[in-house]
T-cell receptor, first 109, second 116 residues
Framework: QKEVEQNSGPLSVPEGAIASLNCTYS??????FFWYRQYSGKSPELIMS????GDKEDGRFTAQLNKASQYVSLLIRDSQPSDSATYLC?????????FGTGTRLQVFP | GAVVSQHPSRVICKSGTSVKIECRSL??????MFWYRQFPKKSLMLMAT?????????EQGVEKDKFLINHASLTLSTLTVTSAHPEDSSFYIC????????????FGNGTRLTVT
């Protein structure tokens, strides 16, 4: 079982819609969770971090964490074409940040 | 804040030569930096953890004699790809955390290495 799993996509949504990105992880003891956005040919940039169960909102982004289900998600409201990128879920495993394979999001006008 | 600078952004070298990549934390001190490698359409794979003043910790399957890491100061880590081969062609990205514990990592802009 992979440590961090994501659907590779692509996930296609129309402009203005809500994009929902999901991630599961295997280490039940993980405490820190992150979402990164990566444009093609660029390095990842941090979008959200979440450490406790529930929702965390930042602008159009909402991260959701459910430690019992070992599940973390990212919602993007009012999706824009500029949101088209690969979204990487990352989870700390002891002292290493482990990345999922990423979900490619396509927002079409 | 939390800016990580990586240089060069792109390098082309011939097989058998060595390439050095620098990673600097510009506005914070980093006792630990991380080196990742990413192949096209693949996720980031941790290569090694660079520890200031001590030896790097390499992930399983990563040759420490091929990928030399030096972390001589709190703001600089270097990765040297020795005797490069075409299969070493990849996107190398360094990262560091400005906080303690399990703080988020901030990434440099990456180095696109092409070995001909």
């Amino acid at each position: 079982q992979k440590e961090v799993e994501q659907n590779s996509g692509p996930l296609s949504v129309p402009e203005g819609a809500i994009a929902s990105l999901n991630c599961t992880y295997s280490d039940r003891g993980s405490q820190s969770f992150f979402w990164y956005r990566q444009y093609s040919g660029k390095s990842p940039e941090l979008i959200m971090s979440i450490y406790s169960n529930g929702d965390k909102e930042d602008g159009r982004f909402t991260a959701q964490l459910n430690k019992a289900s070992q599940y973390v998600s990212l919602l993007i409201r009012d999706s824009q074409p500029s949101d088209s990128a690969t979204y990487l879920c990352a989870v700390y495993n002891t002292d290493k940040l482990i990345f999922g394979t990423g979900t490619r999001l396509q927002v079409f006008p | 804040g939390a800016v990580v600078s990586q240089h060069p952004s792109r390098v082309i070298c011939k097989s058998g030569t060595s390439v050095k990549i620098e990673c600097r934390s510009l506005d914070f001190q980093a006792t630990t930096m991380f080196w990742y490698r990413q192949f096209p359409k693949k996720s980031l794979m941790l290569m090694a953890t660079s520890n200031e003043g001590s030896k790097a910790t390499y992930e399983q399957g990563v040759e420490k004699d091929k990928f030399l890491i030096n972390h001589a100061s709190l703001t600089l880590s270097t990765l040297t790809v020795t005797s490069a081969h075409p299969e070493d062609s990849s996107f190398y990205i360094c990262s560091a955390s400005a906080g303690t514990g399990n703080s988020p990592l901030h990434f440099g802009n990456g180095t696109r290495l092409t070995v001909t």
